[in-house]
């Protein structure tokens, strides 16, 4: 088994019997996070991840960035196996927005330098005064344009002095300008407010498809997942429960979604008014 690659050089991504454990601190039992989950992503398609807390969502998104290896199974990327990579070595490969906006950048340094230590990360150099040139100014500059911030203008300002939309949207700059194989985004909108969640949404979306990056979105958002995705996914206790192409979603709203995951998984969604 391996990944696709459409005729634009664009690659997709194959998650083959994932296992990951865990066990609870002072107890024997182990919580199986992820239980054989297998997965063939499409070259430039947009995955939206759904379900209740604790369901695996963001435990898949880590195993393929790295910050969490596998304990079974493989994770397919341009046609290698990166499961047992640490995380710096798919930084060319996988890129990955949090929550937090506080991950995504470094404070303590520019809009700008936050921009040369991502490209020279990518490429093997970590000095940021080689890194940084006109040629990753200019496209820089034109990646946070479209966000319409006017962060385009302020490249010498440090991190640390922009609220959490504003670094939201310098982080998904970042990573779409790297282009990379594979984008995840963990609930990349969720600590924002509506209006800048809205943006950054919009943005971010518009970015992966010009790019066609394959991407990977966990969201709570079922409403957004149903109308801005290719393809639905619906987790429980580590499994993969739904799986819902382009055309099956489209004839599904909200209420009648999570009615048929609470078929599925023969269970009723606890955190309802969060999947809602």
């Known amino acids: 088994m391996s990944t696709s690659s459409d005729r634009n050089g664009a690659t997709g991504v194959v998650i083959d019997k994932v296992v990951k454990r865990f066990r609870s601190a002072g107890r024997a039992e182990e919580i199986v996070a992820l239980d054989h989950v297998s997965l063939d992503v499409e070259p430039g ?61 470094f404070g303590s340094l520019s809009i700008e330098e936050n921009f040369a230590l991502r490209r020279a990360g990518s490429r093997g150099r970590f000095t940021l005064g080689r890194a940084v040139g006109r040629g990753m100014r200019e496209e820089a500059r034109a990646a946070l344009a479209q966000f319409g911030m006017g962060l ?16 939201q949207a310098v982080a998904v700059a970042m990573a779409t300008m790297a282009r990379p194989e594979v984008l995840l985004l963990d609930e990349h909108v969720a600590a924002l407010d509506p209006k800048s969640a809205r943006l950054v949404n919009a943005r971010t979306l518009a970015a992966v498809r010009e790019a066609a990056i394959t991407t990977l979105i966990v969201t709570h958002d079922m409403a957004h997942a149903l109308e801005h995705s290719d393809r639905l996914l619906m987790f429980h206790r580590g499994r993969i429960v739904m799986d819902l192409d382009q055309e099956a979603k489209d004839q599904l709203d909200v209420p009648q979604l999570v009615e048929r995951f609470e078929e599925l998984a023969g269970a009723s969604v606890s955190d309802r008014s969060l999947l809602a």
């Open 45 to 105: 398609c947009v995955v939206a991840i759904v379900g209740s807390n604790g369901a695996g969502k963001s435990t898949l998104l880590s195993v393929i960035a790295g910050s969490i290896l596998a304990d079974e199974g493989r994770v397919v990327v341009g046609g290698r196996d990166i499961a047992g990579l640490p995380s710096w070595k798919r930084s060319r490969s996988v890129a990955r927005v949090r929550q937090d906006p506080t991950q995504n950048v």
């Open 152 to 167: 385009e203008d302020r490249m010498h300002s440090l991190a640390s002095t922009l609220s959490g939309g504003q670094r």
